[in-house]
């Protein structure tokens, strides 16, 4: 029997006030995830502040703090010496009081930001940078140096325009002066030389990892578990049905998480039910394997910020269809450490008596 795992990247959410107060991933019946809550194991588990903070813990069951311009450095295959550093960068508007993160990034306006990011990068020649895109504006930056910036971290806001910037100052602020105020902040800074403590558990080892982020790839990277780069969740989902048939698979869906931040609950609701929809379309496929459901964090669709809150799990072997007992959301029924999360998804795929 193997298992298919499936991160429903930050579905956990807040109580939504047209959804008579409740969640969206509460707020409608889910017959596929519904099944697996009612048929095996539903509980809940810490959350972490960054896809690539839980999937750390997930994998190798240790809280791992390795930064995230390391991890999405190494996702996207970009060289790193040990005396450089790695940022991600993402874009965002700079007003004269505040700066607001830039979510919705044209492709026009995200090539335009690319070309002046280029066009101004001798503002930073001392420090060799590199730049390697993306989507929407994001990308990876490498400087040679070993000092690390603490610059702000998404999805938090700035608390104001005049935060430090150090030796990154005049070339985010040319940058903003020819593109109406948008610009990139780089953050989450980290060198290969402070990395350590990085192995899988042995549970996880011969398992594919399927994802488009540059995070979650680069977890896998860092771990040596064997990566499938796709386009989008739908020929993700396809490619995993394929490989199931021979060994454990890891499904990252990106989508809920990135309609999270746009503040779109109905819009979570409608991508929640196609990922449904699509495991209920090959239920053929899936019935004797396991399948399981976990979510790494909450993300408002009111405040469109991260949550830090208890977020749900559920794992069960797939057999022919009933009626479902228990819906998959949020809950306080089973805690289990994230540490210990894999292997309880891996061993287990029955229903816990004490549900």
Not at 65 to 75: F, I, K, S
Not at 155 to 178: C, N
Not at 265 to 274: F, I, Q, Y
């Amino acid at each position: 029997m193997n298992t298919l795992i499936i991160l429903l990247d930050g579905a956990a959410d807040d109580k939504i006030p047209e959804f008579d107060g409740r969640t969206p991933l509460a707020s409608f019946e889910k017959p596929f995830m519904d099944m697996v809550a009612s048929n095996g194991i539903m509980g809940w588990t810490e959350s972490r502040p960054y896809t690539h903070l839980y999937l750390l813990e997930f994998f190798t069951g240790k809280r791992l703090d390795t930064p995230r311009g390391l991890v999405e450095a190494v996702g996207l295959g970009v060289p790193v010496d040990p005396n450089q550093v790695a940022y991600r960068f993402s874009p965002a508007y700079f007003y004269e009081s505040n700066v607001d993160w830039a979510y919705r990034v044209t492709p026009e306006l995200s090539s335009s930001l690319q070309d002046a990011m280029i066009r101004n990068l001798d503002m930073l020649g001392d420090l060799n940078p590199r730049l390697y895109f993306y989507e929407d504006g994001r990308g990876v930056m490498t400087v040679d140096t070993e000092d690390v910036v603490p610059f702000p971290m998404p999805p938090t806001p700035p608390s104001s325009s005049k935060f430090p910037m150090h030796h990154f100052g005049d070339y985010i602020r040319k940058v903003a002066s020819e593109m109406d105020g948008l610009s990139i902040i780089p953050w989450g800074g980290g060198s290969l030389a402070k990395l350590n403590g990085h192995a899988a558990i042995p549970e996880v080892k011969n398992m594919v990892m399927i994802s488009k982020s540059p995070s979650a790839l680069g977890v896998g990277g860092l771990l040596h578990v064997r990566r499938d780069v796709v386009d989008n969740m739908w020929s993700g989902f396809q490619e995993a049905f394929r490989l199931l048939q021979s060994g454990d698979v890891f499904m990252h869906v990106e989508e809920t998480d990135d309609i999270s931040h746009r503040r779109a609950p109905d819009e979570k609701v409608g991508m929640l039910k196609e990922v449904d929809d699509l495991l209920m379309e090959n239920l053929d496929r899936l019935i004797g394997h396991r399948v399981a459901f976990i979510v790494d964090h909450g993300t408002s669709s009111i405040t469109g910020q991260h949550l830090n809150m208890k977020v749900p799990f559920a794992v069960s072997e797939v057999v022919e269809p009933s009626e479902p007992t228990v819906r998959f959301c949020e809950n306080e029924y089973n805690y289990t450490p994230l540490g210990d999360l894999a292997k309880v998804l891996l061993d287990h795929g029955t229903r816990s008596d004490s549900l």
